[in-house]
């Protein structure tokens, strides 16, 4: 397949310009079809001075009337150019005596640049051009692309480049294939791919050029479509690789029935209805690869206890991984509390365990002794040999990658794979879950149980912080407990450490009865794990902290939330916090504390919040605001690298995209065409 081989293929491509060619990403042949344009110039004509308009870009040709050095505080050249119906300046910034010595009084020019208006009138600053005297130069025959910034290589090159291709591709038979045409059928009108491509790189003079450079233009629509369904694809594939045999753990339920017996609840009907489907994936014996999502408080804990009981009940161990230490701490608690009067036994791993009980877990988790294992990342490191790994539980999923997700899977030594469980508390708006996790299933526990209120809400100036002081007086003499967060100020940790203590350290002086705690990463995991147990069972009233909290603590009893600086916060992250009160029954509050003046999208992020407590709707929202890339975090975005797409610009097709995706199944070999035409040889997404 010509469009496939490498560049050297094409002819004046050498090993140092394919170098340069690579740091672009560009390394088969069609790659620099698929590198476009990012706006046009259309020297097909020249513009009469009369007619000509700022701002613009254009090309005027006319006679030299005069030259001189204009003062100021940066002294320019201005050449006055005279085309029978009007006349317009040149200016030079930096230019030298030679330069100077070109522009003789009646040489003609051809100049091409962005038309401005300038202290003396019409006037084009540094623009291509060309002296002449009578025979003058010819015109473009298409319209100029303009390639984006290309690591030395000029765009005289560039062009060269892609001409060269296009010529070598559609001299062979089958040179650039239409990969979209067995599944479009045109239903959507759009050009082919020969011709989208040609129309970009190489428009007839005709074409508008600011609609060519748009991302409505058809041309470009074709392509967009062609690469989310590349990406679409691409996890499809990889959820399919997982699909070695797992470990079937069909449900024998009396842990499970015993569990939920015990409980001083019911599950909602959503939490009932997604442990059900967990039950029904764990007895197959492909791996179960699902995502439960699930607003803050929504219930996600029991239902992973209930999957765990079921694996545990298979004679399979079950992992469980969170990304913090003081969250994995919190799992541990209820895991324990839940399961060891169903004799389950659980073990503790984390980095900064010392070394005996370290040996000794891993001793245990060896040789099958633990059932259960709680911790951190420690869990996966090299060193942890699992008996008979049968499940894995990820909470917070939001700050694991796609992967990282995948890498864990290699864990098992029986041959089988584990099945997968991905708890998240923050809603990933529907057009990015289908494609950015495309491949996982979806559960979602859409009810809060019985009796939550949503947590009243008030954005507040930091000008009343003395009025807020006094209301946590009031709050904690109810015997009720309070957060207080210090979010990130600074961008380095040990500031936004030092600015929690200092908050402390005042608190505490207008607060003198209460007894006020600190939380923050810089402290030692003892030390943190006694500030929480402290927080929990009320012998601290105010607990000052970092945004670390922002994950899955739980204590019912604290419901009120005072958050600084909330306007520097994302909504997804503010809503996370929120969601650590109004855990218990009865009104909670988050005051969200502002430093006035306040942006618009500082007012519009706190606006949002203070008036929706529904977690999809609040991300939805931040997408529309911060985009994809945000909302994902940094390593998904990693994982996301769209050449021509754009998630939240183009979502539109996103259902399209599905049914697209399916139909692709079914043509041999075609999806893998398409992968490799956009994501090359590696599946980016199966990278570690
Ligand atoms: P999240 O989904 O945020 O992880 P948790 O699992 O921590 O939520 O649950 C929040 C609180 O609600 C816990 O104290 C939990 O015991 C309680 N809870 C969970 N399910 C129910 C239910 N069906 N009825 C009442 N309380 C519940
Ligand atoms: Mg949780």
């Not at 005069?66 to 150019?81: E, M, P």
């Not at 038979?173 to 790189?201: F, N, V, W």
């Not at 810089?522 to 009233?541: E, P």
């Not at 949002?608 to 407590?613: E, G, H, K, N, P």
Request: net charge positive; glycine share 6%; with cysteine.
């Amino acid at each position: 397949m010509p469009a496939t081989q490498t560049l050297t293929c094409l002819p004046g491509i050498g090993p140092a310009l394919a170098n340069k060619l690579a740091k672009l990403g560009l390394t088969q042949v069609q790659d620099l079809l698929f590198h476009l344009p990012i706006r046009y110039e259309d020297q097909t004509r020249i513009v009469e001075m009369k007619q000509v308009m700022a701002p613009s870009h254009g090309l005027i040709d006319g006679k030299i009337t005069s030259c001189g050095i204009q003062g100021g505080r940066r002294s320019s050249l201005i050449v006055n150019l005279d085309d029978g119906t009007g006349s317009l300046s040149l200016r030079f910034f930096n230019f030298n005596a030679n330069q100077r010595r070109q522009f003789d009084t009646h040489q003609r020019m051809r100049c091409f640049g962005e038309i401005r208006t300038g202290p003396r009138g019409l006037e084009m600053v540094h623009p291509q051009y060309y002296l002449y005297d009578r025979i003058s130069p010819p015109l473009e025959q298409a319209l100029t692309p303009v390639y984006p910034a290309t690591a030395g290589i000029s765009q005289t090159r560039m062009r060269q480049l892609v001409n060269t291709a296009f010529v070598m591709l559609k001299a062979e038979a089958g040179g650039i294939e239409d990969l979209l045409e067995p599944l479009m059928d045109y239903r959507y009108k759009l050009p082919d791919l020969l011709t989208s491509l040609q129309c970009l790189h190489q428009p007839n003079s005709g074409e508008d050029t600011e609609s060519l450079a748009h991302h409505h233009h058809p041309a470009r629509q074709r392509l967009i479509i062609e690469e989310l369904l590349a990406h679409q694809l691409s996890l499809l594939q990889l959820k399919r690789q997982d699909c070695s045999p797992a470990a079937v753990c069909a449900p024998k339920t009396d842990k499970a029935n015993q569990l939920l017996k015990q409980l001083p609840f019911s599950l909602t009907r959503a939490q009932a209805r997604v442990w059900q489907e967990l039950s029904d994936d764990l007895s197959k014996a492909c791996p179960m690869v699902r995502m439960v999502q699930g607003d803050v408080g929504s219930g996600k804990t029991i239902v992973a206890a209930l999957a765990t009981c079921q694996v545990v009940d298979a004679s399979c161990q079950v992992a469980i991984l969170a990304p913090t230490e003081i969250l994995a701490e919190q799992h541990l608690n209820n895991f324990q509390q839940w399961l060891a009067p169903l004799q389950i036994r659980l073990v503790w791993l984390a980095g900064k365990l010392k070394i005996k009980p370290k040996r000794e877990a891993l001793a245990a988790i060896a040789n099958g002794q633990a059932q259960v294992v709680v911790g951190t990342h420690a869990l996966f490191q090299d060193s942890v040999n699992y008996y008979n790994l049968g499940l894995i539980i990820i909470d917070e999923q939001h700050r694991f990658g796609v992967a990282q997700r995948h890498a864990l899977l290699q864990k098992s030594k029986t041959g089988t794979v584990p099945h997968q469980l991905v708890m998240t508390a923050t809603p990933i708006p529907r057009s990015l879950a289908m494609i950015a996790y495309a491949d996982l299933d979806h559960s979602v526990i859409n009810e809060l149980p019985p009796g939550r209120k949503p947590v009243n809400t008030a954005v507040i100036n930091n000008q009343k912080r003395d009025h807020i002081i006094e209301r946590i007086a009031t709050v904690c003499a109810t015997g009720r407990q309070v957060y207080w967060v210090c979010p990130l100020i600074e961008t380095s940790e040990f500031l936004q450490c030092e600015a929690a203590e200092a908050t402390a350290v005042s608190l505490q002086q207008q607060l003198v009865h209460l007894r006020i705690g600190l939380m923050h990463g810089r402290l030692n995991s003892a030390a943190k794990a006694t500030v929480m147990a402290d927080f929990k069972n009320g012998h601290i009233n105010l607990l000052v902290a970092t945004t670390i909290i922002e994950v899955g603590v739980d204590v019912a009893n604290a419901n009120l939330m005072v958050i600084e600086n909330a306007e520097r916060l994302g909504l997804a992250q503010l809503h996370q916090l929120r969601g650590r009160v109004g855990r218990g029954t009865g009104q909670s509050h988050c005051i969200l504390l502002y430093q006035h003046p306040l942006s618009r999208s500082g007012r519009e992020r706190l606006s949002t919040l203070r008036d929706s407590s529904d977690g999809f709707e609040i991300a939805e929202k931040d997408l529309q605001l911060r985009g994809p890339g945000e909302v994902l975090g940094t390593r998904q975005t990693g994982a996301i690298i769209l050449r021509i797409a754009d998630l939240v610009r183009d979502a539109q097709w996103l259902p399209e995209i599905k049914i697209l995706a399916a139909d692709c199944q079914k043509q041999p070999n075609l999806a893998d065409k398409i992968i490799h035409r956009w994501l090359g040889n590696k599946n980016q997404y199966g990278k570690v």
